[in-house]
């Protein structure tokens, strides 16, 4: 589905700039999808975001995922808008409602232009693409073996490889029948990051899609994703729930209907709509340049800061435990707490000695003090901070005791 939204997403904005003179469309594509495994961290989407790359869509393409705890971003902000309108909604029975609803109720923010659609099919790029590349890359997803996947995927032509760091030697080919074919510098050559923030990739640069391969590929065998059957059981439970509302106190007559064809549709195995067909993805070409292809200096990292190396997974196994906030034990929380209320207690014992030196006795708990506060530092790991080194939250590099302290 995420290669279906972000296809007829390119077919609107290649619309919408096609209506401004002398305009055209950014040479290089980044991606923020959401961070799960089901629909965009997997093998069909890297496939096609290498195709958008290889077939002259775009010189570079880049998908960027966030770490978890770290996930939001502007659009969490659209997201709550549409979520307190859907709430204030009085009913809405069917997609075409709520589509509309949405339209006329969504605010629109800095001068931009909203559209809401309902997504009428669902295409079959796993068929289209998966088949002929016959491409496996290891570890777009965490695993329990391999906890720490790359975060940042980074699609660059053959021809960039310099300004990434890294010669044409370095790239790795993984796939048996790609060995024997002719270097292209318009081949796509995988980079990967561990996070956003890292200025450096953490493995060699790995040969994702030949150019032969998608000369091969025909645009016109994309087909819309067969139906799943929803099963006897399912279907008789979506009738009962059409009857049940359609009778007071509900009246969702509109609704009723909706699911009765929808259940029809299911059971003939045909979409509920009739989509336009994809344009962009597969049929645009951008405009030839006419001077040296250069990687943006945003989209640079420096590969010499440390040897772009494969990660294995014992390796892996070692940097987590290293990175594995470890909690204290209880005594070393409590035992600067007693020191620091014993201590006047005993000055208490021996009014004398304290009368007889006054000036000592006044700085024993300046001195105690400090020596309380810095006791849990000590016992604490050094790798246990708090706050965050990889985004604008917290006090980096700040321990927790001394944020405490400064608190």
Not at 145 to 151: F, K, R, T
Not at 311 to 322: F, H, L, M, W
Not at 383 to 392: E, H, K, N, S, V
């Amino acid at each position: 589905m995420e290669a279906t939204v972000i296809s007829r997403m390119l077919d609107l904005v290649n619309d919408m700039v096609g209506e401004v003179d002398g305009a055209a469309l950014p040479r290089n594509l980044i991606v923020a999808p959401d961070n799960t495994p089901k629909e965009a961290k997997k093998q069909t989407f890297l496939s096609y975001m290498s195709y958008l790359r290889t077939s002259g869509k775009f010189d570079t393409c880049q998908v960027e995922f966030m770490e978890v705890g770290h996930t939001h971003n502007e659009q969490d902000q659209r997201f709550s808008v549409v979520a307190t309108a859907v709430s204030q909604a009085p009913v809405l029975e069917d997609p075409e409602e709520f589509r509309d609803y949405m339209r006329q109720t969504i605010p629109v923010v800095g001068g931009r232009k909203l559209i809401v659609e309902v997504l009428p099919v669902v295409y079959d790029f796993e068929k289209l693409l998966d088949e002929p590349l016959n491409v496996h890359i290891q570890g777009l997803t965490a695993t329990h073996n391999e906890p720490n996947a790359a975060q940042v995927w980074r699609l660059v032509p053959r021809s960039l490889l310099p300004d990434a760091g890294f010669s044409d030697d370095a790239v790795a080919c993984c796939h048996a029948d790609w060995k024997q074919l002719q270097p292209s510098p318009n081949d796509t050559i995988l980079l990967l990051k561990d996070a956003m923030h890292k200025s450096s990739f953490c493995q060699v640069p790995i040969l994702l899609c030949p150019v032969e391969v998608v000369d091969k590929i025909d645009p016109g065998e994309l087909k819309r994703a067969p139906m799943a059957p929803l099963g006897a059981s399912a279907i008789k439970n979506f009738r009962k729930t059409a009857e049940a509302i359609s009778k007071p106190p509900w009246s969702l007559l509109k609704g009723t209907a909706y699911l009765n064809m929808w259940c029809d549709k299911n059971l003939e195995g045909k979409p509920m709509f009739e989509g336009s067909p994809l344009e962009f993805a597969l049929h645009y070409v951008m405009k030839p340049i006419f001077a040296d292809l250069h990687l943006p200096l945003h989209l640079r990292d420096n590969a010499a800061d440390g040897e772009a190396r494969v990660v294995t997974a014992q390796e892996v196994g070692n940097i987590e435990r290293a990175r594995r906030t470890k909690k204290r034990p209880a005594a070393a929380v409590q035992e600067p707490e007693e020191a620091a209320v014993q201590e006047p207690e005993e000055a208490a014992e021996e009014p004398e000695e304290a009368a007889e030196e006054p000036e000592e006795a006044a700085e024993e708990p300046e001195e105690a003090m400090p020596a309380a506060a810095e006791e849990p530092d000590e016992a604490m790991p050094a790798a246990q901070q708090f706050g965050c080194g990889r985004c604008r939250y917290g006090k980096r590099g700040a321990s927790l005791d001394q944020y405490r302290l400064v608190r």
